[in-house]
Nanobody, 124 residues
Framework: QVHLVESGGGSVQVGGSLILSCAAS????????VGWFRQAPGKAREGIAV???????TYAHSVRGRFTISQDNDKQTLYLHMTNVTSEDTAMYYC??????????????????WGQGTQVTVSS
């Protein structure tokens, strides 16, 4: 059984930094799409930082140059390094993982495992 558990969320000031972690059990970060998604109140969920063995790391325009996705295969943990945050980054952040190959880019492909989310609130 696969479990993804996010941590590291909280309150941060505009311009600050935060590191989110996603610890996986029952899943190995190797080949398929894994990534970070977020959902702000009243908005649709969006993929912001994803990666796979074939695709490498891909970022949504809104976070490119500010956020970095990485993984530690020994710890089975996915990370999201957030820098220079803005109020627009306030959202619930979710990590996700797939166990299936896909022809779609990881930002828009389907994921069959999701964490419970961690809240990030950016204040001025």
């Amino acid at each position: 059984q696969v479990h993804l558990v996010e941590s590291g969320g909280g309150s941060v000031q505009v311009g600050g930094s935060l590191i989110l972690s996603c610890a996986a059990s029952g899943y190995t970060f190797t080949t398929y799409c894994v990534g970070w998604f977020r959902q702000a109140p009243g908005k649709a969920r969006e993929g912001i930082a994803v990666m796979s063995k074939d695709e490498g790391a891909t970022y949504a325009h809104s976070v490119r140059g500010r956020f970095t996705i990485s993984q530690d295969n020994d710890k089975q943990t996915l990370y999201l390094h957030m820098t220079n945050v803005t109020s627009e980054d306030t959202a619930m952040y979710y990590c996700a993982a797939s166990s299936k190959a896909t022809i779609l880019p990881c930002l828009i492909s389907g994921y069959n495992y999701w964490g419970q989310g961690t809240q990030v609130t950016v204040s001025s």
